[in-house]
């Protein structure tokens, strides 16, 4: 298996879940399933989800496979052996959605949002299911103002403007940077609290510049989409990840 040609798949639901939700059970990780998370939901669906809603929810989608692979252990080791993190967005709904679920991978509910991740596949050979999902054209936009942050808080360029997808790919990358740059006690800390994060954007370009430089997991983009090669996007900021330099290409 050639991790050098592996990506990690992504697909965010574009319809609103019924009701807030987070699907993650503090101190008990997710296990894979084939379908959405057990419970009842109430009322019909509604427009896409909300933009940070479906960022923070790729993030804990990419944690919550780092932190329990289960019967993807292989893929997922292959897949980050060489550092190269590729992971790409798509979106569905209805029974795009459903065909989905129905392929292995495990589903975040976060609030308005939810985001399957799936285990590690070939650039080259996508599930059908998963290869006929658009890429582009993701967009979403905040209705309302985010709540009060909590770290970790992955941080995002303020000059530089991205699609939806293409910034919860990024928020994907600045999780794992985060998540490998921290030691066993704090991992468990942060799985006690459900991997929970927060994104949001810099206030400006001076306070993002300010995080690039305090030792801290500094997503570079390698360039494929949008943003050109080199350009820091993203921040991860904790408390005990300061000094901690840690960077890589997306």
């Not at 285990?119 to 009060?148: I, K």
């Not at 940077?177 to 400006?204: F, I, K, N, P, Y």
């Not at 090669?229 to 330099?245: E, I, K, N, Q, Y």
Request: a negative charge; charged letters at 25%; one cysteine or more.
């Amino acid at each position: 298996m050639n991790a050098e040609l592996y990506v990690l798949p992504l697909v965010v639901r574009i319809e609103r879940a019924a009701a807030p939700h987070t699907s993650a059970d503090p101190g008990r990780p997710a296990g894979p399933d084939t379908g959405p998370p057990a419970g009842p939901r109430v009322g019909p669906r509604q427009g896409p989800p909300e933009r940070t809603d479906a960022l923070e929810a790729a993030a804990m989608a990419v944690l919550s496979l780092l932190d329990d692979p289960g019967e993807w252990t292989g893929e997922l080791h292959a897949w980050q052996s060489t550092g190269k993190i590729r992971k790409v967005v798509r979106r569905a709904r209805g029974a795009e959605w459903r065909r989905a679920l129905a392929l292995p991978g495990r589903t975040i509910e976060h609030r308005t949002a939810e985001v399957r991740v799936h285990p590690p596949v070939p650039l080259d050979d996508w599930p059908r299911d998963l290869a006929r999902l658009q890429v582009s054209g993701t967009e979403l936009t905040d209705t309302a103002a985010p709540g009060p942050a909590e770290p970790p808080i992955l941080w995002a360029n303020p000059a530089l403007e991205m699609s939806a997808g293409k910034a919860m790919a990024q928020a994907g990358h600045a999780a794992q940077l985060a998540w490998w740059a921290s030691d066993a006690d704090e991992r468990a800390a942060w799985r006690q609290r459900g991997l929970a994060v927060s994104v949001r954007t810099a206030g400006t370009q001076e306070d993002f510049d300010s995080l690039v430089t305090a030792g801290l997991p500094v997503v570079r983009d390698a360039g494929f989409t949008e943003i050109e090669p080199g350009s820091c996007t993203f921040v991860a900021d904790a408390p005990w990840l300061h000094g901690r330099v840690s960077s890589g290409g997306a």
